[in-house]
């Protein structure tokens, strides 16, 4: 396919038509974060932390689904850049769960990541949190929505690669939520003998069952005075 | 990028034709009816959830026989749309969502229904009521029966 020339952060770069600006940064030792981004798999562009400033465009785009065009004149890292992206992950952190000390992925966490390279700090917005029940009925996946930031990872994850279709996105707006079946809890019966997903999750929404949980089962301990 | 992105097939597209007919001719939308609608159309059962959550006019509860839907966007929100909704829950005794005792009502909260000019606006089935009035709303529910 014949080359398109764009200029990326002042420089003249060049890639395949059909690319997208995500791709020809990576090419180019760019580094832009993403945390719905999910390499081969079509891309949602649902958490805009990828955004970038592309000149005579009306908005800052995802650059993980916008496909490079000639003579495009892209900042990756300009202030405006920043400052979206702090806010953007700023109301990620402002709507997750917030008790991180107490997460398993608590120094893995890619949403931990992000913020600690973009220096967000303690969210500044007093948003109304979701709160879930954790669901640890499954042997396989430990899914604790409150946490979930709705990247849809996990939904792409179950649908093309391990070709399952167990999860989809319900309900709308501030309620949305990933569905297993009719809004179920993720049990053995619709799930099972996979957990495929389990690390696409960028936070701690999805883990794998924790064995001290096992050491539990056995019959409760109790000391009589 | 063309090849990269996923397309419905012709029969997928028909999910939101079937949700409606389900939903037109029991008034909601059952579980055997999603369950028999994925199968037809050869897609996961909580995609069909997913679609049918999505929609305000879908519904997967059992709905009262009069179906009222309060308009929660911007414009009838500007318009004291909140006394609206808190009046209509203190004359029904029921949060949005829920179905009175009696099965006389439903009450839902309902994204724009196009009827900004009457800001605040509400649907009774599919009629519609706008400049809306604590007391107004009184006079309007009795003539539901």
């Keep these: 396919m014949a080359d398109i020339t764009v200029t990326m952060n002042g420089k003249q770069?060049?890639?395949?038509?059909g690319i997208t600006i995500l791709e020809l940064a990576k090419q180019n030792g760019i580094d832009i974060p993403t945390l719905c981004?999910?390499?081969?798999?079509?891309?949602?562009?649902s958490c805009r932390v990828c955004v970038v400033e592309v000149e005579g465009s009306r908005t800052l785009v995802a650059s993980c689904h916008t496909p490079i065009s000639a003579g495009m004149i892209?900042?990756?890292?300009?202030?405006?850049?920043?400052?979206?992206?702090?806010?953007?992950?700023?109301?990620?952190?402002?709507?997750?769960?917030?008790?991180?000390?107490?997460?398993?992925?608590?120094?893995?966490?890619?949403?931990?990541?992000?913020a600690v390279d973009l220096d967000v700090g303690v969210p500044r917005f007093p948003i109304r949190r979701r709160f879930y029940p954790i669901e640890d009925e499954s042997p396989y996946i430990t899914r604790d929505l409150s946490k979930c930031i709705l990247c849809r990872k996990c939904i792409r994850a179950c649908n093309e690669v391990a070709k399952k279709h167990v999860y989809a996105m319900g309900y709308r707006g501030?309620?949305?939520?990933?569905?297993?079946?009719?809004?179920?809890?993720?049990?053995?019966e619709v799930c099972r003998d996979c957990g495929i997903c389990i690390p696409y999750c960028p936070t701690g929404a999805l883990s794998n069952p924790q064995k001290s949980r096992k050491d539990k089962k056995g019959p409760p301990l109790v000391i009589k005075g | 990028?063309?090849?990269?992105?996923?397309?419905?097939?012709?029969?997928?597209?028909?999910?939101?034709?079937?949700?409606?007919?389900?939903?037109?001719?029991?008034?909601?939308?059952?579980e055997e009816a999603m369950v028999g609608i994925a199968e037809?159309?050869?897609?996961?059962?909580?995609?069909?959830?997913?679609?049918?959550?999505?929609?305000?006019?879908?519904?997967?509860?059992?709905?009262?026989?009069?179906?009222?839907?309060?308009?929660?966007?911007?414009?009838?929100?500007?318009?004291?749309?909140?006394?609206?909704?808190?009046?209509?829950?203190?004359?029904?005794g029921?949060?949005?969502?829920?179905?009175?005792?009696?099965?006389?009502?439903?009450?839902?909260?309902t994204n724009c229904i196009g009827e900004c000019d009457q800001a605040p606006a509400m649907?009774?089935?599919?009629?519609?009521?706008?400049?809306?009035?604590?007391?107004?709303?009184?006079?309007?529910?009795?003539?539901?029966?």
Aim: aromatic residues 6%; hydrophobic residues 35%.
């Design chain 1, 74 to 114: 892209i900042q990756t890292h300009s202030p405006k850049v920043l400052e979206a992206r702090r806010v953007i992950v700023e109301l990620l952190l402002a709507s997750h769960c917030g008790t991180c000390y107490m997460c398993e992925k608590a120094n893995i966490c890619e949403l931990r990541e992000v």
């Design chain 2, 94 to 109: 029921v949060k949005p969502g829920e179905t009175t005792p009696d099965g006389k009502f439903s009450f839902t909260l």
């Design chain 2, 123 to 145: 649907l009774i089935n599919d009629d519609v009521h706008g400049n809306l009035t604590p007391d107004k709303i009184a006079r309007i529910l009795k003539t539901y029966k």
């Design chain 1, 174 to 188: 501030f309620d949305s939520k990933v569905v297993v079946d009719f809004d179920e809890v993720l049990n053995k």
């Design chain 1, 13 to 17: 770069v060049g890639g395949p038509a």
């Design chain 2, 40 to 92: 037809s159309l050869g897609i996961s059962r909580s995609d069909v959830y997913g679609v049918a959550t999505f929609y305000s006019f879908l519904s997967v509860q059992p709905q009262g026989r009069n179906v009222i839907r309060i308009c929660k966007s911007l414009p009838c929100h500007l318009k004291n749309g909140q006394e609206i909704i808190e009046s209509l829950e203190k004359q029904l």
């Design chain 1, 37 to 45: 981004y999910l390499e081969g798999l079509p891309p949602t562009g």
């Design chain 2, 1 to 30: 990028m063309t090849n990269k992105t996923t397309t419905l097939s012709k029969n997928q597209k028909l999910i939101l034709t079937l949700l409606q007919e389900a939903q037109q001719k029991t008034g909601f939308i059952s």
